[in-house]
């Protein structure tokens, strides 16, 4: 099976974004990353891009809902490996 990306804009993705803010700190963060993902695209492989976009919506997340830190994830995975990283 083949998948096929979506079309889309860059005024789409914002105004998706710009929906899912639910401060005007959140807004004003997310015109911001679109902004400069925007400028960057051209220098990404299609990959980067798609984790950038990825990215800004991690930053509209609760924090509660957020993945954790690295410094989370390498204290939990020490723990259970022995230390050994």
């Not at 950038?52 to 991690?58: P, Q, R, T």
């Amino acid at each position: 099976m083949t998948l096929t990306s979506p079309t889309w804009n860059w005024d789409y993705l914002e105004t998706v974004f710009e929906d899912l803010a639910q401060t005007p700190a959140e807004k004003a963060a997310v015109l911001h990353l679109v902004s400069v993902t925007r400028e960057m695209s051209p220098y990404l492989s299609k990959l980067d891009l798609l984790r950038e976009i990825i990215c800004i919506g991690l930053v509209l997340l609760p924090e509660h809902d957020r993945p954790p830190s690295v410094e989370h994830l390498r204290s939990s995975t020490s723990a259970v490996s022995g230390g050994t990283c």
